[in-house]
């Protein structure tokens, strides 16, 4: 039957009203007309379409209250005929009124608004091309905004007073925490690549999350450490504590923007990342948001640990996470730059917009402590994965990388919505990210999202924290000295004493050949240093550098022993060998590998072949057959 | 109060102190630390002091008290004092004085503050032996021949006695100091040097009379020796580092005191009198005919009844001059140096033989005050023509440091700077004999070697003084105590193995304060890319953290400017 078969919409109004409603339908709606309704069926269409004949459809869409009409602007501006419910409660606030019904929602009068969608709420696609002749436009979905941030927020609460023994309800004002993060994440950004360098940062190779002690090197390293610090829980039942964010964002971070690979347990610095070292972080912030949109190293969904399943059954029916960021991702594009949001805003907004995303296809296979009971398809836990989802990458991964300044309170209590949940009674909060209340897209982030297409704040301040001295001595005298600071300088100079470091050729040789450059360090120094770095230190500077590229490597090459000195000088000086090696002391010769099939062949021509070394020569347990001998073709 | 972001000083946990000369209040945060602190290196911007056991004992012996000493700390310490070092300075500081040695008639009496520090030295290894009768729980006598001994004993121990037994009075010596010089110029003590004597002296109290003096090269140290023996007016044994510095105590004692010819003897290789005044050379004294032998000369000491003793370059006394001064500890004794820095580590031997430091202030500070020259270093890199870089890579390690430093290229820079600056009066200063003895030629100037006659050197020196000269060229004896006040430019064309000593005391030979003003300069030329760079690079470690500018300049970079 045709009237349950309308996914691909009502062609035309005749349709609608023949295939997709009963006489009884249709005689409650005939009723609005003011006409006498005939009885049989198709009478009662007739007097349907008649009454949206022609200018008739204008007279009755003016008779539509404003709601109505923007119900009705809604779906003939867009881009489906289906009337999107949850998308217009979220923009509007309400449901337009469709009439009375009765208690099972079936039934009752219809309004006028039903004269224009049939079904499931379904616009007939003539009827709405008619309708877009004279309905405008509905109104834009725009986001609230707030120019100045509340400096508390008030909690509800829900709790048993033993005392009085009786439930009490109210509100509690919470100190609301503000994180500005647009410089501290450039900050951070070089921080966390120190600490890379200096070997400190081990990830499971298999999940690429970081052990606990380097989110403990690495939250040592962050400004003001992360969000939430740590409180020693009363008892294990009682732990409140969030736990890392940003420590824990930025080793997955770094390696979805590649600026990192996995060497064993260790994340050592890619080409790329040595370059961010040595630029401005906006760049290698907007290009790490970007590359983190598009990994699929890591699902943000996995960091809400109480949902279970997703491993599991669960796991087929995770949408694209690429698709989820890039919702959010659009949506903060509409967001007005250095204003705040409250998150609860921003998801009905995103709920208002057109590109709503959804967690699970089918949120049944996803469960807080068990499966039957506890599933997320029953009612009442709509939207909360989607939710916790965008305040996750929100809070953990835009904010870590300087897109928003995050306002957030304790997660525990801040949100209520999951205690109706079954299996919810024994935890503290849904998800550690619940606290995150308002945000503000930064400048960093306008740029990073592409709504500006430069980026010109001030830039970052780097404290002039170090005095770097005529004796090739690093004093840090400033009282801001950052562990990444310190490591920087632990690369590059010896460590003296507390707070003295001395610059010396073999450390920084050491450093080159690790990859840095000494125009790094140097940049490094000058920009921390409160006066122009002294002679004797640009002097030893330039000599390292100079020296650092006085010998190349230029590959391997195979040493080749002759049977005396005559023989090598023959080989070295023959016009068909010379070419291909080099003579090494009195008997040996030096092929270049890349040479060593040419060498071969005009050794050959000479009379005489390359034989494999007699005696291998053993080394700490791993024999090299490196060295090789000359022999005459014919003994050969 | 100022805010702990503005205070001065940082403390380390490693007892060393951080001056950062910006801060706003860091003079008064020097005048607190400096009296119980080492100044360990003055570079630009920020100066390391350390706190040492000597340090610290030095302070409590002109008085200071371990708590003024923390006080000073925390009220100058940017962030507060590491637990370990407050708890350091107030347990040595509380050793000093636990123990007195005193005069007891003609015996000693070596008294602990305790039963426990009693026991202590007792049972110590070092001191212990020369404890030899207990007196009382907490006394002992001792013989007044290992007074010395103990004394150094003691400061092994950790326990440095405070020496109150006195000194024998010498015979005495008719000196003044005159108010205008034999040469007739004014002549007048400045204040610091007063200041450093008076210290020496306590007024002849027994809590005076040994001591150091630390100052700068250039500075009038043996100005400061004078003002000593005006104080004490007894007979003085000099004992000085070579016969050129005997020469010029000589003429110093002449021109600015009362000593006639006939009151100044000289005890040296060339003859060998005594006098009220006499003065020697340690080497004389630490001579012997054969390595089993006794050191015949140190006889010298007993051979009069001296009331003062001085020690010219304290920081080289030899070994066997130490082992006589411990037996000496009845006399006065002054120590005279630039540096308190010995390369034998032998800093507690001059603390417990010659006494505590009195007195010290930074060269900067002089150099402000214009009594001593500016100076500024350049480190002039000369580039080695192709077969000389192939004569250094093929020479043995041990030879390429001499291939490097008789680079012939150095001669055109030499020549380049000599044009540079034509009214410089100049030192050419090297450390191998045939290259200095090539410049010499080369340039026309006279070479004063270790081989050139004592009185063939005074007549150099007293030309350049006089101006006939405009150059002289010097092999290592210019080291040390030449008084050439007019030689402005000193160009070091090869140095010691990084020896940080010799490189100051180079210096020292151009820092006298110029009648004229006019600054000082020092090239030190040193082959590039050469091991000789690394050794470059360790002595001029010494003038950067004694604040000296440093610069180090491509030879070619030079050239092209001028």
């Known amino acids: 039957m045709r009237r349950y078969d309308a996914d691909g919409g009502i062609p035309t109004l005749d349709v609608a009203v023949s295939e997709f409603m009963n006489a009884e339908d249709l005689k409650r709606l005939g009723a609005l007309t003011g006409h006498k309704l005939p009885t049989r069926k198709a009478d009662l269409a007739q007097v349907i379409i008649c009454h949206l004949e022609g200018e008739r459809i204008r007279t009755v869409w003016q008779t539509l209250d404003e709601i109505q009409r923007a119900a009705v602007a809604e779906v003939v501006y867009s881009r489906s005929t289906q009337f999107p419910a949850d998308r217009f409660r979220a923009k509007y606030g309400q449901d337009p009124n469709w009439g009375s019904a009765d208690k099972y929602g079936y039934g009752g009068n219809p309004s006028a608004l039903c004269f224009f969608f049939y079904g499931n709420r379904i616009m007939p696609d003539d009827l709405k091309a008619r309708l877009k002749t004279f309905v405008p436009p509905p109104a834009e979905n725009k986001v609230q905004s707030l120019e100045q941030l509340p400096t508390v927020y008030d909690q509800p609460f829900e709790r048993w007073n033993s005392k009085k023994k009786k439930q009490e309800h109210g509100s509690e004002p919470i100190q609301i925490a503000v994180r500005e993060s647009e410089r501290s994440a450039q900050r951070e950004l070089f921080s966390v690549l120190r600490l890379v360098d200096a070997g400190k940062v081990t990830v499971s190779d298999k999940t690429g999350k970081a052990s606990s002690a380097t989110i403990e090197a690495i939250t040592a390293v962050l400004d003001s450490g992360d969000y939430y610090p740590f409180v020693q829980p009363q008892n294990k039942w009682h732990d409140k504590n969030a736990g890392p964010m940003r420590a824990f964002a930025w080793p997955l971070l770094i390696q979805a923007g590649g600026l990192v690979q996995l060497s064993g347990s260790k994340l050592q610095l890619t080409r790329a990342g040595r370059k961010a070292l040595a630029e401005p972080a906006v760049q290698t912030l907007k290009t790490l948001w970007k590359k983190w949109t598009d990994t699929t190293l890591f699902d943000e969904l996995s960091r809400i640990e109480c949902v279970k399943g997703q491993t599991g059954k669960g796991k087929h029916g995770l949408t694209a996470v690429s698709s989820r960021r890039e919702a959010i991702s659009k949506v903060l594009t509409n967001c007005p730059v250095g204003r705040w949001i409250s998150t609860a805003e921003l998801l009905r907004f995103l709920r208002a917009a057109e590109n709503d995303f959804a967690v699970s296809r089918n949120p049944w296979n996803l469960y807080i402590c068990d499966l039957q009971y506890g599933s997320l398809g029953y009612a009442g836990a709509e939207g909360i994965l989607e939710e916790r989802y965008m305040l996750c990458l929100l809070f953990e991964y835009a904010a870590t990388l300087g897109l928003i300044d995050a306002a957030f309170i304790p997660p525990a209590g801040a949100r209520r919505d999951y205690c109706d949940l079954w299996g919810t009674d024994e935890l503290p909060f849904f998800s550690r990210y619940d606290g995150l209340m308002f945000f503000r897209v930064t400048a960093l982030g306008a740029y990073s999202l592409g709504v500006t297409q430069s980026y010109k704040s001030a830039p970052v301040e780097v404290k002039q924290v170090l005095r770097v001295l005529p004796n090739l001595e690093i004093a840090a005298i400033g009282t801001d000295l950052e562990l990444g600071d310190r490591l920087a300088l632990d690369a590059c100079a010896v460590h003296t004493s507390d707070l003295i470091w001395r610059l010396e050729a073999r450390r920084l040789l050491e450093a080159t050949e690790g990859g840095s450059s000494v125009e790094e360090v140097r940049e490094f120094l000058a920009a921390r240093n409160g006066a122009p770095l002294p002679d004797t230190v640009t002097r030893l500077f330039e000599d390292v550098g100079n020296r650092s590229a006085q010998v190349q490597d230029r590959g391997f090459a195979r040493l080749i022993e002759c049977a005396d000195a005559a023989l090598a000088a023959l080989i070295a000086h023959d016009t068909r060998t010379r070419k291909h090696c080099l003579r090494a002391g009195e008997c040996h010769l030096v092929v270049p590998a890349g040479s060593e099939t040419a060498f071969r062949r005009g050794l050959r021509e000479v009379g005489y072949l390359v034989a494999p070394a007699s005696a291998q020569v053993a080394n700490g347990g791993q024999a090299t057959a490196a060295k090789k001998t000359i022999r005459p073709l014919a003994e050969a | ?562």
């Open chain 2, 1 to 562: 109060m100022a805010a702990a972001a503005n205070k001065a000083l940082i403390v380390q946990s490693d007892c060393s102190v951080l001056l950062e000369l910006g801060a706003p209040h860091a003079d008064d945060a020097r005048a607190a630390l400096a009296p119980f602190a080492e100044l360990v290196k003055s570079p630009e911007h920020v100066h390391t002091y350390r706190l040492t056991p000597l340090s610290i004992w030095n302070a409590r012996s002109t008085g200071l008290a371990a708590e003024q000493m923390v006080k000073a700390l925390r009220e100058h310490a940017r962030y507060p004092i590491p637990s370990n070092v407050e708890q350091e300075i107030l347990q040595l500081a509380a050793r000093y004085g636990r123990v007195v040695i005193a005069r007891d008639g003609n015996i000693l009496r070596c008294s602990c503050q305790d039963h426990i520090t009693a026991e202590r030295i007792a049972r110590d290894k070092g001191a212990g032996q020369y404890l030899t009768d207990r007196i009382s729980p907490t006394e002992f006598r001792v013989a007044p021949d290992a007074r010395g001994v103990l004394k150094q004993a003691l400061v092994a121990a950790g326990y440095p006695a405070e020496d109150l037994a006195g000194y024998l009075p010498g015979e005495h010596l008719n000196l003044e100091l005159r108010a205008n010089s034999l040469s007739g110029k004014p002549f007048q003590v400045r204040d610091y040097q007063r200041q450093a004597a008076e210290a020496f002296h306590l007024a002849g109290s027994e809590r005076g009379g040994s001591g150091v003096i630390v100052l700068p090269c250039g500075a009038g140290k043996t100005i400061v020796g004078l003002a000593a023996m005006d104080l004490v007016k007894q007979t003085t044994l000099v004992l000085a580092t070579t016969l050129t510095s005997v020469k010029q105590w000589r003429r110093e004692l002449l021109d600015k005191t009362s000593l006639r010819q006939e009151d100044i003897a000289e005890y040296t290789g060339e003859r060998k009198n005594t006098g009220p005044v006499t003065l020697t050379t340690y080497q004389i004294l630490t001579w012997r005919g054969d390595r089993a032998a006794e050191f015949p000369h140190l006889e010298l000491f007993r051979a009069r009844s001296w009331g003062l003793i001085i020690y010219d370059e304290v920081h080289l006394l030899p070994a066997p001059v130490f082992r006589a001064t411990a037996d000496l500890q009845a006399r006065r004794r002054l120590g005279l140096t630039a540096t308190l820095v010995r390369e034998d580590g032998r800093e507690s031997d001059v603390f417990a033989l010659i006494g505590p430091k009195r007195f010290d202030v930074p060269w900067k500070d002089l150099e402000r005050q214009a009594w001593i020259a500016t100076a500024s270093c350049i480190e002039l890199r000369v580039p080695m023509s192709a077969e000389r870089r192939m004569e250094y890579a093929l020479a043995e390690r041990r030879s390429q440091f001499r291939v490097a430093a008789e680079n012939p290229a150095k001669m055109i820079h030499l020549r380049e700077l000599l044009a540079r600056y034509p009214d410089a009066r100049v030192l050419v200063i090297g450390a191998y004999i045939d290259q200095v003895e090539t410049i010499a030629t080369e340039i026309g100037a006279p070479l004063v070697a270790g081989k050139t006659p004592e009185i063939e050197r005074e007549r150099i020196y007293e030309r350049f003084r006089k101006g006939e000269l405009r150059c002289i060229v010097l092999s290592k004896v210019g080291n040390f105590a030449i008084d050439l006040p007019d030689a402005d430019l000193l160009i070091q064309v090869s140095g010691a193995f990084g020896s940080r000593q010799e490189e100051a005391q180079r210096l020292g030979r151009v820092l006298r304060p110029k009648y004229d003003g006019r600054a000082a300069r020092f090239f030190t030329l040193v082959s590039r890319d050469t091991r000789e760079e690394e050794f470059a690079h360790h002595r001029k470690l010494f003038l950067t953290e004694q604040g000296y500018s440093y610069q180090v300049r491509l030879a070619e970079e030079l050239s092209k400017a001028r």
